[in-house]
């Protein structure tokens, strides 16, 4: 079962900004949010963490040249 992560839950782990996390978001560069009702949303956990390993293998994989 996929657990969902509130905005203020995102911004912990990606220390962005939730106008930050909705430009990247509007732009494909962040996981989308799932719409739960009106005027609540929430990020699934699973993509959160892959989209974070992604920057990680970027950072990594830009040094190691």
């Known amino acids: 079962m996929e657990r969902l992560l509130t905005k203020a839950q995102v911004?912990?782990?990606?220390?962005?900004?939730f106008a930050h996390t909705a430009r990247l978001?509007?732009?494909?560069?962040?996981?989308?949010?799932v719409k739960?009702?009106?005027g609540?949303?929430?990020?699934?956990?699973?993509?959160?963490?892959?989209?974070v390993r992604q920057r990680i293998a970027e950072r990594d994989a830009t040094t190691s040249s």
């Open 40 to 51: 609540r949303v929430a990020y699934v956990e699973s993509e959160i963490l892959e989209w």
């Open 25 to 33: 978001e509007a732009d494909g560069k962040h996981p989308k949010r």
């Open 36 to 38: 739960l009702g009106s």
């Open 11 to 17: 911004r912990s782990i990606t220390t962005y900004s």
